[in-house]
């Protein structure tokens, strides 16, 4: 435990982001979260305007939650969003790392990443040293951690945190399932076998924290439950836990038709795995989706 040190939060206002100041206080450790985008309902937050420098003097940590939502139609305006909200900001961050002093830099930059660094990799177990896969995601992925790793050259340890789906109350994507699933109307996406990588924000938390504290972790860290599911068994158990029928598929080919190359995310299969974390000794506290469904719902 650091007693007394200072964690930067960027992105604080986010879903996950939010949640974190008071864990961290309750291990004595002062934050400050930063945002870009307002305060949100996150008190004392400092809002970022993309022309400022940050000042991360001092800090023992920085967490980079920063990103636009990646859940809407991929056009060429959002495409440049996503790439500036993740590696534009993620580079800002670095280039005021790098004008500290070395005794004055942060020990640790927790980056966020996406499993959509490994692209759609069917059946393949993919654990937190697998190679990067194809597609757009991919890339943005693979560009935004190569990013963050420049700051190792600086004496940090980076910690590239690839996260699944997050699962939480008032989270975006959990919001808008579990109201599809109340109303009866949810279903599998196309055929339902691709593997969905999921985590409790509880978990999610904690492994950020667990990040933090851990001097052992440094490279990629796959965020995710150790109990993925294949996404007709998702939508089965979801559907069995708000007590409604899951009869409504979506085909691959509506998806496409609707939602455009964002369809690639939902119907991409990613078994990813959190072998770094078990192996370091993190333990979760929802390892299965029914004991997180419990949780939830």
């Known amino acids: 435990m650091m007693p007394n040190e200072c964690v930067?939060?960027?992105?604080?206002?986010?879903?996950?982001?939010?949640?974190?100041?008071?864990?961290?206080?309750?291990?004595?450790?002062?934050?400050?979260?930063?945002?870009?985008?307002?305060?949100?309902?996150?008190?004392?937050?400092?809002?970022?305007?993309?022309?400022?420098?940050?000042?991360?003097?001092?800090?023992?940590?920085?967490?980079?939650?920063?990103?636009?939502?990646?859940?809407?139609?991929?056009?060429?305006?959002?495409?440049?969003?996503?790439?500036?909200?993740?590696?534009?900001?993620?580079?800002?961050?670095?280039?005021?790392?790098?004008?500290?002093?070395?005794?004055?830099?942060?020990?640790?930059?927790?980056?966020?990443?996406?499993?959509?660094?490994?692209?759609?990799r069917g059946d393949e177990i993919l654990d937190d040293d697998a190679h990067h896969g194809d597609g757009f995601l991919a890339s943005l992925c693979r560009d935004w951690e190569d990013?963050?790793?420049?700051?190792?050259?600086?004496?940090?340890?980076?910690?590239?945190?690839?996260?699944?789906?997050?699962?939480?109350k008032g989270g975006p994507a959990f919001e808008k399932l579990l109201t599809l699933f109340k109303l009866g109307i949810g279903g599998r996406l196309g055929s339902g076998e691709q593997w969905m990588p999921w985590i409790h924000v509880a978990d999610l938390r904690a492994a950020i924290i667990h990040c933090i504290l851990s001097t052992d972790l440094i490279g990629p860290i796959n965020g995710t439950a150790p109990n993925p599911e294949r996404n007709k068994t998702f939508t089965r158990k979801l559907a069995s836990a708000v007590h409604r029928p899951a009869i409504l598929p979506s085909p691959a080919f509506a998806l496409k038709l609707i939602l455009g190359d964002f369809s690639s995310a939902l119907l991409g299969s990613q078994r990813a795995v959190p072998a770094a974390l078990l192996i370091d000794g993190f333990e979760f506290k929802f390892p299965t989706l029914e004991s997180a469904l419990i949780d939830l719902v």
């Open 147 to 168: 990013t963050a790793i420049e700051a190792e050259s600086l004496g940090v340890r980076v910690v590239r945190l690839r996260t699944g789906v997050v699962l939480g």
């Open 8 to 120: 930067a939060i960027v992105g604080v206002t986010g879903f996950i982001g939010r949640g974190l100041p008071n864990l961290l206080g309750e291990l004595g450790l002062t934050t400050t979260g930063i945002s870009r985008s307002g305060t949100g309902d996150v008190p004392g937050v400092d809002v970022w305007q993309s022309s400022q420098s940050l000042d991360f003097s001092g800090y023992h940590a920085v967490i980079n939650l920063a990103g636009e939502r990646i859940d809407q139609r991929w056009t060429p305006h959002n495409r440049r969003l996503f790439r500036e909200s993740r590696i534009g900001v993620t580079s800002r961050i670095v280039q005021s790392i790098a004008k500290l002093s070395p005794e004055n830099r942060p020990k640790v930059l927790i980056n966020g990443s996406a499993v959509g660094f490994y692209g759609d």
